[in-house]
């Protein structure tokens, strides 16, 4: 059965504090296993010398406990998939699907609290979260993990191989060694796992006379769309309900979520008429979103916060407000994730993540690591500052506002 999310970001920035079809049936090749068809008609792709390694890796590999034809499988798929070099293009099997289902959804989960993602070919952190292990413990945003107890990480291993490694039972711990962005030496940090829940989204009020509206959304998931409609519409009612005029919508570490999301929230802030973002396909043809109506937010000043854990419907959400003028970016350059998969259900409880959309910016530019949100106002938040416990970025969003 399909699930074909085509306006969902199915980002392949994944949480670490949680954490190819046509095998499915087993051998069922055998009686014909020097051939079969490719995905066109056309072409045939000789299958024998697979079945001659599966065959050598059954009768010959030294530990008869290894290499079970299920696991066999998985791994075949995997590797299938992952010679598209994409990182967001994934096999997921059936554990790794539920605890990313788990995880999209905001449900409970045991881990350390942290976001992982790719850059230049490394497993990155891309956030941690708010209140969680990994944040306490002195994770930060851009550290690359070398290893996790001791187990040096590799080029062929992906994110979902580092997660396994990571997560674990709560009050368990787990060693990771990392290099902090913008340092030349390695630090190990313990990390005690506990139990996490993650809220999609969050209001406080800051200023001298709390005049300002702090709008925390830190993802763009909920367990269905329709549910994070219903968060956000409720956040913004308060926020209005308020009487403040003027809001700092904090997308810092956000990894994205339902493309309709970060469009139905722009859709707050633009008058109507106005291009939102863009989509296209494999065709080359491309969809406009546009703003449908004067939202509950037309009026409010803003000032929007990213930086390079700022991923997916968030850059979308930011590119719509930055070139409708809308609003003020401020913070460090996003990820630069422009991509949407489609989402498959397979046999047993796997899932396939596949691409099958660029998102382009208002401008028509498609948003990838070449071309990020780039901040109006750029405020770094160093080591030093992490480490001192300030934070510049919204320090300035204040200071601009209150002007």
């Not at 413990?137 to 580092?162: C, F, H, M, N, P």
């Amino acid at each position: 059965m399909k699930k074909d999310y085509k306006r969902n970001t199915g980002i392949a920035i994944l949480m670490v504090c949680l954490f190819v079809v046509g095998f499915v049936a087993g051998r069922v090749f055998q009686a014909n296993k020097s051939s079969i068809l490719g995905s066109s008609s056309e072409s045939t792709v000789d299958f024998s010398l697979y079945w001659d390694v599966w065959d050598l890796m059954k009768s010959k590999y030294v530990d008869s406990s290894k290499g079970e034809d299920q696991e066999m499988v998985y791994g075949s798929i995997k590797g299938m998939v992952n010679s598209y070099g994409d990182a967001a293009t994934v096999f997921l099997d059936p554990e790794e699907t539920t605890t990313f289902n788990e995880t999209s959804e905001g449900k409970y989960f045991e881990g350390i609290g942290a976001e992982l993602g790719y850059n230049n070919g490394q497993v990155i952190v891309v956030s941690p979260l708010e209140g969680s292990p990994a944040k306490a413990a002195g994770i930060r945003s851009g550290d690359i993990i070398l290893a996790v107890d001791d187990k040096e990480v590799t080029s062929d291993q992906t994110v979902y191989d580092i997660v396994a490694l990571i997560r674990g039972k709560a009050d368990s711990q787990v060693k990771l060694k990392v290099l902090h962005k913008g340092a030349s030496e390695s630090v190990e940090i313990a990390i005690t796992r506990s139990e996490i829940t993650v809220p999609s989204m969050s209001v406080e009020y800051v200023g001298k006379n709390k005049e300002i509206a702090l709008f925390n959304v830190n993802r763009f998931t909920d367990a269905t769309y329709s549910q994070w409609k219903e968060n956000w519409n409720t956040n913004v009612n308060a926020i209005v309900k308020s009487g403040v005029k003027k809001m700092i919508l904090d997308l810092r570490g956000n990894p994205g979520g339902f493309f309709d999301a970060a469009i139905y929230a722009a859709d707050d802030f633009v008058d109507e008429g106005k291009v939102l973002a863009q989509q296209q396909d494999s065709k080359g043809d491309i969809e406009k979103f546009k703003s449908t109506k004067g939202g509950k937010l037309v009026n409010m000043e803003v000032i929007v916060l990213v930086d390079g854990g700022s991923a997916s419907a968030s850059e979308i959400l930011s590119g719509a407000l930055q070139q409708s003028e809308r609003a003020t970016i401020l913070g460090e350059k996003t990820y630069g994730k422009g991509t949407a998969q489609s989402v498959i259900d397979l046999t047993g409880g796997a899932s396939l993540h596949v691409t099958i959309l660029k998102w382009l910016l208002p401008d028509g530019g498609w948003l990838n690591k070449d071309n990020p949100i780039t901040p109006d106002i750029e405020v770094v938040k160093t080591n030093e500052d992490f480490l001192k416990g300030v934070d510049p970025q919204l320090d300035k969003a204040i200071s601009e506002l209150s002007k």
